[in-house]
């Protein structure tokens, strides 16, 4: 497809950590300035700002782990917290997208009774938590953990395990629409990329809706590519 990728590049926020909890329009605009050259209105737009809730929704197989890892990556130069519900997040996976392994930490947690008071204390001292949902997660807990990332600034990127978040608790809804690998035939062939088309919504787009895609090579940071059109030859989507 058309277009010059982007990378979901890390922020260089050193100068303005000290200046996350101040007026939150004139941080984000701070942040902004120190994104690289060229970088996509659509690269923007994904990256999580300060006290800014994400919602990754989409069936598994759509990449939504990598997806997560790599929008906190690109919200903090500080210390990441990965909240796995599973036990199956790989910190090479957190690696490839940009996470040092020096500010990265894995915390394994699958009761929801304790899962938002595990969340929530990582919200203190963490750049940007990627945290996915058990299953059964009630409503209240779910609500107050979005208060705190208003209160603390933290960037929170959440992945239910089901279901869906409950409306209007992430200022940026991302679900996985489509997927498309390149260099996959029938039953043969080597993976080159893969491609994920999603549908961007909530306050952060201005309630619109935007088509969104995001080309993943597997062992780097994602990237968004701009303009959409109808997948090539010699690719499978699914």
């Known amino acids: 497809m058309p277009g010059t990728s982007t990378a979901i590049t890390a922020l260089d926020i050193g100068a303005v950590t000290g200046a996350v909890r101040a007026d939150r329009d004139d941080t984000v605009a701070m942040l902004r300035r120190h994104l690289p050259a060229g970088t996509s209105p659509e690269a923007v737009m994904l990256i999580p700002a300060p006290g800014q809730v994400v919602g990754l929704h989409g069936p598994a197989g759509m990449g939504l782990t990598r997806l997560g890892l790599s929008l906190v990556a690109g919200a903090t130069e500080g210390a990441v917290a990965c909240v796995d519900v599973r036990g199956w997040l790989c910190p090479l996976a957190a690696w490839e997208v940009g996470i040092d392994p020096d500010r990265l930490v894995v915390v394994r947690c699958d009761d929801p009774v304790t899962w938002g008071r595990v969340v929530a204390g990582l919200l203190d001292g963490m750049g940007a938590v990627y945290a996915e949902v058990p299953h059964r997660m009630r409503e209240a807990p779910l609500r107050t953990l979005a208060s705190a990332v208003r209160s603390k600034g933290t960037p929170l990127v959440l992945n239910p395990l089901s279901g869906t978040l409950p ?72």
Do not use: F, N
Request: glycine share 20%; aromatic share 2%.
């Open 167 to 238: 409306g209007g608790l992430a200022q940026l809804r991302l679900e996985g629409r489509h997927i498309t690998w390149e260099g996959t035939g029938v039953g043969h062939g080597r993976l080159l990329r893969r491609r994920l088309v999603l549908e961007a919504s909530g306050k952060s787009v201005k309630g619109m809706t935007r088509i969104i895609e995001v080309e993943d090579h597997g062992a780097d940071a994602l990237r968004v590519v701009p303009g959409l059109g109808a997948a090539p030859t010699g690719y499978a989507a699914g």
